[in-house]
């Protein structure tokens, strides 16, 4: 069997993927780093030959990201107000060039607790679609991260996208990031926030999720409930609204100090809807 593939259509990659639990290879900007200096002893798969799978577009009901979508694609899209805290993030995410080969399928499949992409997807709503020469699923995306570096996809199974049902026409998104510098950098703590505001300012909806302080991002559904009818300006944040958070200590930061900042950052990032 051939060490590497790169099928130009559907079809063939499903095939071969029911047939071999190839490693998929999308953008390659986690792949190559994690394993320099090491012999490649793994089958690969290279998706970005499946032309169909990079693509931005929209139904009735739902925006759907293609999984070779990459994070220029996703600056450069005309998309709603809601999206501008997943634009933010990406514009954090590596250089210039990470932006324009790293996709944001293979940012959710690596699964890494510090994934830019993912508070912002969740405030989304946004679902994952899977497919296999037998079905397609769909699975919400805290369903699809299991934990660090896990996933629920099966080894025949591809993400085909991400699917993103419609926000409200008046829903704002934001993202707010704490890094030990501004670009470049691995988040210590990261919120992604959507909002939706009426004309006296107060929340009549609100999705704020967590990222890089526990194993997979986490939505803050008490906070979410309780925001709705209050002013935006006079929300606080309750520690009983981040007692889902599991902060560890690691070398970007300790728990006791994410713990001390988590606060400050989601009160950033809602405030900074409007």
Not at 22 to 37: E, H, I, K, N, S
Not at 102 to 109: A, D, H, M
Not at 159 to 164: A, N
Not at 167 to 187: Q, T, Y
Request: hydrophobic letters at 40%.
């Amino acid at each position: 069997m051939l060490d590497y593939y790169r099928p130009d259509n559907l079809n063939d990659g499903l095939v071969a993927l029911s047939e071999y639990p190839w490693t998929l290879l999308a953008g390659g900007t986690d792949f190559y780093p994690a394993r320099v200096g090491k012999h490649l002893n793994e089958k690969v798969m290279d998706l970005t030959g499946i032309r169909e799978l990079r693509s931005i577009r929209e139904t009735g009901d739902e925006i759907h990201l293609g999984a070779l979508t990459t994070w220029t694609d996703v600056v450069k899209a005309k998309l709603p107000r809601a999206f501008d805290g997943l634009k933010k993030a990406v514009k954090t995410i590596g250089g210039v060039q990470t932006q324009n080969a790293g996709t944001i399928c293979g940012n959710i499949c690596n699964a890494s607790p510090a994934a830019d992409s993912v508070p912002n997807l969740m405030a989304l709503d946004a679902k994952v679609e899977l497919m296999s020469v037998n079905e397609t699923r769909t699975l919400p995306l805290k369903e699809f991260i299991l934990g660090n570096r896990k996933t629920a996809r099966k080894n025949d199974e591809f993400v085909t996208g991400i699917l993103i049902p419609h926000p409200g026409k008046d829903a704002h998104g934001n993202f707010e990031k704490l890094g030990s510098r501004a670009f470049l950098v691995i988040s210590i703590v990261m919120v992604g926030v959507v909002a939706e505001l009426n004309e006296p300012g107060e929340i009549v909806k609100l999705n704020v999720a967590v990222g890089a302080c526990s194993a997979v991002s986490q939505r803050l559904s008490l906070l979410e409930k309780e925001a709705q009818g209050q002013k935006l300006k006079d929300l606080e944040i309750k520690p009983a609204y981040l007692d889902t958070l599991e902060p560890i200590d690691d070398v970007r930061g300790s728990a006791a100090y994410r713990n001390a900042v988590i606060p400050e950052l989601v009160l950033r990032a809602v405030k900074g809807v409007v």
